[in-house]
């Protein structure tokens, strides 16, 4: 019997929340000059968010892989999409 989408969510939770917290901490270690406006916490959601719409369509066969890389996809189109903050000359 297929598992729903929710109870694979909660099963595999905590391991989301270690792979974005130890990505955002690599980028803030090796400071590539992003600037931090990001937060684990939003990175999260909408990973989970994607996770719960791919998993009401289809089942996932590596499960543990797929969310790894959903988390580094998902961190990457968030910084193209974060826009630089340039002070005005006075």
């Not at 391991?15 to 992003?34: D, E, F, I, P, T």
């Not at 892989?65 to 340039?86: G, L």
Request: with cysteine; glycine share 2%; net charge positive.
């Amino acid at each position: 019997m297929k598992e729903c989408s929710e109870t694979i969510l909660q099963k595999i939770d905590s391991y989301l929340v270690v792979q974005a917290s130890n990505l955002m901490n690599l980028y803030k270690r090796h400071n590539y000059g992003w600037e931090d406006t990001l937060e684990v916490d939003e990175l999260i959601q909408r990973v989970r968010i994607k996770l719960w719409r791919i998993l009401e369509k289809k089942e996932i066969g590596n499960l543990y892989p797929y969310v790894r890389r959903a988390v580094y996809n998902e961190f990457i189109d968030m910084k193209r999409q974060q826009k630089t903050v340039w002070p005005l000359s006075e």
